[in-house]
């Protein structure tokens, strides 16, 4: 497991936006814990056509913190 910071992957909004949230993505939010070999899609609108693919760990100036679920 790896700790996500504010700004990457694991806690933006984004962060496998384009379904709904699992349970491994509310899990990560809740303990900023994420594991390395996780990856999601990023549904932000410039990324999304591209179907970008990322890491909890990934990072861009499009991060927008996610609310927290639960
Ligand atoms: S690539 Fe950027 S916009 Fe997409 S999930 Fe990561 S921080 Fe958010």
Same mark, same amino acid.
């Given at each position: ?7 990457? +992957? *694991?806690?933006?909004? #984004? ?6 949230? =699992? ?18 899609? +990023? *549904?932000?609108?410039? #990324? ?6 990322? =890491? ?15």
């Amino acid at each position: 497991m790896q700790h996500v910071h504010d700004g990457q +992957c *694991g806690l933006c909004t #984004h962060f496998g936006e384009t379904h709904s949230a =699992t349970e491994k993505i509310v899990q990560i939010r809740r303990t900023k814990e994420a594991p390395e070999t996780l990856v999601d899609e +990023c *549904g932000h609108p410039r #990324h999304a056509s591209l179907h970008l693919v990322v =890491t909890p760990i990934s990072g861009c100036n499009g991060f927008e913190l996610a609310h927290m679920i639960s």
